[in-house]
């Protein structure tokens, strides 16, 4: 019922919304992914994301989905940011 509701939500808001109601942190991610994966994952998904992962403790997840907030903000022309997060980056890569 869970992973349903996000993908049948109407607007990336809903599904944004849908995906955090989602209790098991594994599944959170997979729901994440799949928002991305269809160009619908907006910046609430990408930082729950995150948090997920650092939550957890998975590291190759964290970085992945650092890298794809990275990304983002490079491409929304916000250096700072992106320089905020590549920092983070290389502080869990090391």
Do not use: F, Y
Not at 14 to 34: F, N, R, Y
Not at 61 to 80: F, K
Request: proline letters at 5%; charged letters at 20%.
């Amino acid at each position: 019922p869970q992973h349903q509701a996000v993908a049948a939500a109407p607007s990336d808001a809903a599904a944004a919304a849908a995906v955090q109601a989602i209790s098991d942190p594994l599944s959170k991610l997979v729901a994440s992914g799949v928002l991305l994966r269809a160009h619908r994952a907006n910046p609430q998904v990408l930082a729950g994301a995150v948090d997920t992962a650092s939550a957890q403790g998975w590291r190759r997840p964290l970085l992945a989905w650092l890298g794809v907030q990275a990304m983002r903000a490079e491409q929304a022309g916000d250096s700072a940011e992106a320089e905020r997060i590549k920092r983070r980056i290389a502080l869990v890569a090391n």
